[in-house]
Structures are given as C-alpha cells and as structure tokens.
C-alpha cells in the first residue's frame, strides 16, 4: 500500500466533497431536462476553465500523434462511457442509489487487476475490496425490489462503473509521457464533442431554456467536476496503485446517499449506518500506513 502525500490527501478530501454532493445536484439538474444536453453544456462550460488552468501553470497542449491511439482508448473507457451512461442512468434511479451503482467501480477494479493484468493484492487490500462490496449491497438493501423495476438504470451505471475500472488499470499503465493535466483536456474534449453530437442526434426535439435550478446544477458540474474533480481524479489514478485510488474515494458514494437524503428527501436505514463504518474499513485498508512504516515515525 502507497501512503498519501499531503497534497493528495487535500485533493481526495476536495475530490470527496465535490463529487459526492454533485449526485443529488445532478439528479435535481436533469429531472425534467435533457440529460445528454445537460451534460454537454456543462462540459463546454468547463473546457475553457480547465484550458485556462493550463496556460496558467505552463503545461504544454501538445500530445504527438504516436501517442493519439492510446488517449482515445483512455477516454473512451476513463471518460465518454461514464459521462453517457451515468447521466442517462440517473434520470431513472436515486441519486444516491446511482451513486453507489456507479461505485461498485472499486470491486470491479480489482477484479479486472487481478484477472486481467496479473496484479497481486495484499490481504487486506482484498479485506477492503470485500467491506465496499458489503457496504455497497446493504446501501442497496432497501432499493432491491425498486431496482428490479429499472433494469436498464442498473445496467447502465455497472456498465459505466466497470468501462471506468477499466480505464483505471489503464491509466496506470499508459505510456503517454505528457503531463495529466494535458491529457484530462484532450479527453474532456473528445467526451464534449460525443456528448455534443449524441445530444443534438437525440434530444434536439426537448431542448428547451434552463431554468434556474438547472443553471446552478450545470454551473457547479462545470466548475466542481469539469474544471477540478475530473482532473484531480485522473492525478490520482495515475499516481496511485489503482486499488489504492480507487477504494480511497469509497466515500463518495455515502456522502452522495446522506446529502441526498437530507436534500431530496431519501430515507436513511441502519443498513446505511453500517455501510458506512464498512467503507471506512476499505478506506483503511489501503491509506493506512504499513506497520513497518508506522514504527519508522514521520
């Protein structure tokens, strides 16, 4: 296990809070307007602003074109089938209930790691790949029978939560020698201009003017998940052994449970309590200090 530099624990604190709240805020932004059109409206928003932090800290755009295969494969599975298929996925489903769907992605991650890529885990990476598939299933519990009545919301976010799993281990992996700041435009770029095309091709017809709830939802996906968490996120995974960075945003999912309870109105069980210190399990698992660098001292 990789222990956190303090710059990274700041950016998953941030990470946490931005994105675990954007679940019921997003579910508020495309119920009654179009998911696609949502999505791509806040992306074009937030391209300019993640481009403006690139002139500013001095990295470079170019990426060579050896290397142009590579970044579509990494955008196809990191960013353009989470963006589409969450955002369809939580028109039909709660949004904390999505939000625990599309965080399954740490078990699949591991999965994918072990089988796939021949990565060997230490036991108590897999101890905290087991309590988040626990907490991820009592987060569940009350929404089963619900959840059999939205096959396709199901299907989407484990599509979308395992495509991004995928991508992770990817990630990782790539040779791609430019900085990741450079690479999260080009990709947030790509995904623009899909969901652009997939908005106009599809939801053309609804287009209608947002309203102000709308705007707010768009402005903060914009600023919060465009222009900082998506690309805090890709730091992350790059830098970090990917069941390290992903089992460290496992509470993600709860925070987007609780905000969405107290914000939409969904009710809270004990099972949701007890995901909860389950999750902290994982979270320990793999950002706790091994014991022979915990008797080294700081």
Same mark, same amino acid.
């Given at each position: 296990?990789?222990?956190?530099?303090?710059?990274?624990?700041?950016?998953?604190?941030?990470?946490?809070?931005?994105?675990?709240?954007?679940?019921?805020?997003?579910?508020?932004?495309?119920?009654?307007?179009?998911?696609?059109?949502?999505?791509?409206?806040?992306?074009?928003?937030?391209?300019?602003?993640?481009?403006?932090?690139?002139?500013?800290?001095?990295?470079?755009?170019?990426?060579?074109?050896?290397?142009?295969?590579?970044?579509?494969?990494?955008?196809?599975?990191?960013?353009?089938?989470?963006?589409?298929?969450?955002?369809?996925?939580?028109?039909?489903?709660?949004?904390?209930?999505?939000?625990?769907?599309?965080?399954?992605? +740490? %078990?699949?991650?591991?999965?994918? #790691? /072990? $089988? &796939?890529?021949?990565?060997? =885990?230490?036991?108590?990476? !897999?101890?905290? *790949?087991?309590?988040?598939?626990?907490?991820?299933?009592?987060?569940?519990?009350?929404?089963?029978?619900?959840?059999?009545?939205?096959?396709?919301?199901?299907?989407?976010?484990?599509?979308?939560?395992?495509?991004?799993?995928?991508?992770?281990?990817?990630?990782?992996?790539?040779?791609?020698?430019?900085?990741?700041?450079?690479?999260?435009?080009?990709?947030?770029?790509?995904?623009?201009?899909?969901?652009?095309?997939?908005?106009?091709?599809?939801?053309?017809?609804?287009?209608?003017?947002?309203?102000?709830?709308?705007?707010?939802?768009?402005?903060?996906?914009?600023?919060?998940?465009?222009?900082?968490?998506?690309?805090?996120?890709?730091?992350?995974?790059?830098?970090?052994?990917?069941?390290?960075?992903?089992?460290?945003?496992?509470?993600? +999912? %709860?925070?987007?449970?609780?905000? #969405? /309870? $107290? &914000?939409?109105?969904?009710? =809270?069980?004990?099972?949701? !309590?007890?995901? *909860?210190?389950?999750?902290?399990?994982?979270?320990?698992?793999?950002?706790?200090?091994?014991?022979?660098?915990?008797?080294?001292?700081?």
């Amino acid at each position: 296990m990789q222990a956190l530099t303090r710059r990274q624990l700041v950016l998953l604190i941030l990470l946490t809070l931005v994105w675990g709240i954007n679940w019921p805020i997003m579910k508020l932004g495309v119920t009654g307007f179009p998911a696609l059109t949502f999505r791509t409206i806040s992306m074009w928003i937030g391209l300019p602003v993640l481009a403006l932090v690139l002139v500013w800290r001095r990295v470079p755009f170019r990426i060579g074109r050896e290397h142009w295969r590579e970044l579509a494969v990494l955008t196809v599975f990191n960013m353009l089938i989470w963006h589409t298929l969450a955002v369809l996925a939580i028109q039909t489903l709660s949004s904390g209930r999505a939000a625990i769907l599309g965080y399954t992605m +740490p %078990v699949f991650s591991a999965i994918v #790691g /072990a $089988w &796939w890529f021949g990565q060997k =885990l230490a036991a108590r990476a !897999w101890v905290g *790949v087991g309590a988040a598939a626990l907490g991820v299933v009592l987060l569940l519990w009350h929404e089963l029978t619900q959840l059999t009545g939205k096959p396709a919301g199901v299907v989407m976010m484990l599509t979308a939560a395992a495509a991004w799993a995928l991508g992770t281990q990817m990630l990782r992996r790539t040779t791609l020698p430019q900085p990741t700041l450079a690479i999260s435009f080009w990709m947030t770029l790509f995904t623009t201009l899909w969901m652009t095309a997939a908005a106009v091709l599809f939801e053309r017809a609804a287009w209608a003017a947002p309203t102000p709830v709308v705007w707010g939802a768009i402005v903060y996906n914009a600023l919060g998940v465009f222009a900082f968490a998506q690309v805090a996120w890709l730091m992350m995974a790059r830098d970090l052994p990917p069941v390290a960075s992903t089992l460290s945003v496992m509470f993600i +999912p %709860v925070l987007g449970v609780f905000s #969405g /309870a $107290w &914000w939409l109105n969904e009710v =809270l069980h004990w099972q949701d !309590w007890a995901a *909860v210190a389950l999750v902290m399990v994982a979270i320990a698992s793999v950002l706790w200090p091994p014991r022979s660098a915990a008797a080294r001292g700081p």
